[in-house]
């Protein structure tokens, strides 16, 4: 079996793969560290599971992480839309994601293309014939749906922004640093990610669908079944839209300075008061694409 883990950038000069903070990840692994999901349940670690073992490849998911007919199953979560290079063509625009656009900017539009083609080639290699490889992926369905941008509650996004702006007024940042955001990542529609399949002669699609999960912290808040206050639940949840999106905020500040972390503590602080002000707006609902991928008999 074969899994594909987040793969998210620390700044817009290193890849991921090579600065990636993962000994939290085998910490849990090894039963070193206890997990809890959203709902507060222990997540069992993968030792005191029978006959499971743990084995990592240090290898980016747009190559080639194993060898050829070796892998029976392979599953990703939420990972393939981070992408190899770093375009950054959002830099002193209006938007700093490129699912926020209007038109979706050419330079990830095309990055994430050659990318996508890049992981399906490396997947069809790696599996062996009848395979499989299931991949689930954040998307912008026919809805206009992303991730965090819904029919429910405000746009996470309006929410980043707005955090972010508010470091301008508080003299904080510059201009240049305000418009400096730019994500890595692409939200494919469900066209972009079937639309190089029939270029990939060892690989069929079995089945594709689109679905919005509810963001569980918002639910289980709403629904009064956390127990928090207000305030509480901003600082509950505003961390889980922390762990991937401080890095990239954090390189629109500019190289020299050397209070980047008091900046970034400012920013977070600024988002969990907005959400203490209203906290049924605010969540971050999933959009996904659920595919599943067979390498064809010979």
């Given at each position: 079996m074969q899994h594909f883990s987040t793969q998210a950038p620390i700044d817009t000069d290193v890849l991921s793969i090579y600065s990636n903070e993962w000994q939290s990840?085998?910490?849990?692994?090894?039963?070193?560290?206890?997990?809890?999901?959203?709902?507060?349940?222990?997540?069992?670690?993968?030792?005191?599971?029978?006959?499971?073992?743990?084995?990592?490849?240090?290898?980016?998911?747009?190559?080639?992480?194993?060898?050829?007919?070796?892998?029976?199953?392979?599953?990703?979560?939420?990972?393939?839309?981070?992408?190899?290079?770093?375009?950054?063509?959002?830099?002193?625009?209006?938007?700093m994601h490129a699912a926020r656009c209007p038109v979706s900017p050419l330079a990830e539009k095309e990055q994430a293309a050659q990318d996508w083609k890049s992981i399906l080639q490396a997947r069809a290699k790696e599996l062996i014939p009848g395979g499989r490889f299931v991949c689930v992926n954040f998307s912008k369905n026919e809805d206009g749906y992303f991730l965090g941008q819904t029919d429910a509650g405000e746009s996470m996004w309006d929410s980043f922004q707005t955090a972010w702006d508010q470091l301008k007024e508080q003299n904080l940042i510059d201009e240049e640093e305000r418009l400096g955001i730019s994500f890595p990542n692409y939200y494919r529609t469900q066209e972009e990610f079937l639309e190089c399949v029939d270029d990939i002669d060892d690989l069929k699609v079995v089945s594709i669908e689109e679905k919005v999960v509810r963001c569980p912290y918002r639910e289980l808040y709403v629904s009064g079944k956390s127990g928090k206050s207000a305030r509480e639940y901003a600082e509950w949840f505003v961390p889980t839209t922390r762990t991937w999106s401080h890095s990239t905020f954090k390189s629109a500040l500019k190289a020299h300075r050397e209070d980047k972390e008091e900046v970034m503590t400012q920013f977070w602080g600024n988002y969990m008061s907005l959400v203490e002000k209203n906290p049924e707006a605010h969540g971050m609902d999933y959009v996904h694409a659920?595919?599943?991928?067979?390498?064809?008999?010979?």
């Open positions: 990840v085998f910490n849990h692994a090894l039963g070193l560290k206890s997990v809890s999901d959203a709902y507060g349940k222990a997540i069992s670690n993968p030792y005191a599971l029978d006959n499971v073992f743990v084995e990592a490849c240090g290898v980016g998911f747009h190559n080639q992480c194993y060898a050829s007919n070796s892998i029976d199953f392979g599953v990703s979560f939420t990972a393939m839309h981070w992408l190899s290079a770093f375009p950054s063509s959002l830099r002193g625009e209006q938007y659920y595919i599943v991928f067979e390498k064809k008999e010979e």
